[in-house]
């Protein structure tokens, strides 16, 4: 079992292609797009903590349709785009705004928004988020999972952190 971390989806938002400026020509063909993107790396039994945004202007029906066509187990941390039938939706193993997290020997503190400064930072602790669409100046242990930072599909946290350290190395040199 692995466990990733993706946000900022929008499935049905017409407002991501012409803001976000997202490589997709309609949103039907961006929803596809980022459902197979989505199962190629997610398998049936993982976790997947989805940080907000899931879904907007679309029927609650396609919502529940959405989380079925999604591998894997879904958490929700909510956004501000996520209105009362994504967080009723039946496909969420659990919907809260904030959580917790020890995964591989690091803690990790979940929200949709990015911190200015989160629980135990000092000692070590990740701050996942989403919101931002790629757009913040990155932190120390902060990282954007959102899709249009991450391929328009979820990552692993060994793959946020091999990442980061990769591209402030090449800064560095």
Known sequence: MAV??????????????????RPFKTIPEHDEALIVNWN?????????????????????ERI?????????????ITGNNDGTATLA???WESVQAYAELMLDGRAVVMCHYAF?????????WIDLHGHS?????PQTRQYDVGVDAWDYR????????????RHMAAGAA
Do not use: C, Q, Y
Request: proline letters at 5%.
């Open 4 to 21: 990733f971390f993706t946000s900022d989806t929008h499935f049905g938002d017409p407002r991501v292609l012409r803001i976000d400026k």
């Open 40 to 60: 190629e790396v997610v398998s049936p039994g993982d976790d997947v903590w989805h940080l907000g945004d899931f879904a907007l202007h679309v029927r609650p």
């Open 64 to 76: 529940d349709e959405l989380l079925g066509l999604l591998n894997g187990r879904k958490h929700l």
């Open 89 to 91: 939706a039946r496909g």
């Open 116 to 124: 200015r400064t989160w629980k135990n930072m000092g000692r070590g």
């Open 133 to 137: 669409h790629g757009k913040l100046k």
């Open 154 to 165: 979820p990552v692993t946290l060994e793959t946020v952190l091999g990442t980061r350290r």
